[in-house]
């Protein structure tokens, strides 16, 4: 089945560590995304990327990067800059940039121990 | 910046018709979304509007102003599963910008 993979469901930080989020996709799309929601706000754009090798920040890329090697994968990183890193992370994907349906992937929780 | 706002929190009865708004002031628009989103999941599309007027969808439907920056959902018939958060999302520059989520208790 086509789809969009996010791992791990559950991650904890430990204070000064980098951690990496997984987001895989075989819907041949060459768009993607990565949001972060926290309670009671919606959801905000870190980085998006249109086609592979290439990538843009969002609204709020600062202690975050990622990279597209590939055209199927786009992983996150939170580093150690990014002083509140607890949330609710959910990566997506499109088509292309003009397509309007975003397909999301079932989110990666991250928090601090 | 980009402003999207809609209600926190709205509760109706099991049959009942229920309205979400959503107004926005964004810097660019390429159409208007609408998704839900349960618990702990992933947001699922339900809607898109790109030009004014209402698109219907089953017990969905989902109407825009663009003149007024305003859209709404409609859910009619309302089951238990539709107890669920409702997001709004105005696309612009080939990136989406979301409110904050209306979540829509459905009482039996």
């Known amino acids: 089945d086509g789809g969009i993979t996010q791992s791990p469901k559950y991650l904890f930080r430990k204070e000064g560590q980098n951690v990496t989020l997984s987001c895989e996709q075989n819907?041949?799309?060459?768009?993607m995304y990565w949001y972060r929601q926290d309670p009671g706000q919606g959801l905000r754009l870190i980085y998006y990327?249109?086609?592979?090798?290439?990538?843009q920040k969002g609204d709020i890329a600062e202690g975050y990067s990622v990279s597209r090697e590939k055209k199927e994968s786009f992983p996150l990183t939170v580093t150690s800059a990014q002083k509140n890193p607890t949330a609710f992370y959910l990566c997506?994907?499109?088509?292309?940039?003009?397509?309007?349906?975003?397909?999301f992937g079932s989110g990666t929780q991250l928090s601090v121990l | 910046g980009q402003n999207i706002d809609q209600p926190t929190e709205m509760t109706a009865t099991e049959g009942a018709i229920v309205q979400i708004n959503c107004t926005y002031q964004?810097?660019?628009?390429?159409?208007l979304f609408w998704y839900q989103q349960h618990a702990g999941e992933a947001p699922t599309f339900l809607s898109y509007?790109?030009?004014?007027g209402l698109e219907e969808k089953g017990r969905f439907s989902s109407f825009l102003s663009r003149s007024k920056g305003y859209s709404y959902l409609l859910l009619k018939e309302l089951q238990m599963k539709d107890s669920a958060s409702y997001l709004c999302?105005?696309?612009?520059?080939?990136?989406?910008?979301f409110g904050a989520g209306t979540t829509v208790t459905v009482r039996a």
């Open positions: 999302a105005v696309k612009y520059d080939y990136k989406l910008s």
């Open positions: 509007n790109v030009l004014d």
């Open positions: 990327s249109q086609i592979v090798n290439d990538f």
């Open positions: 964004t810097s660019g628009f390429n159409g």
């Open positions: 819907l041949n799309h060459d768009a």
């Open positions: 997506a994907s499109a088509e292309d940039p003009t397509n309007e349906k975003l397909f």
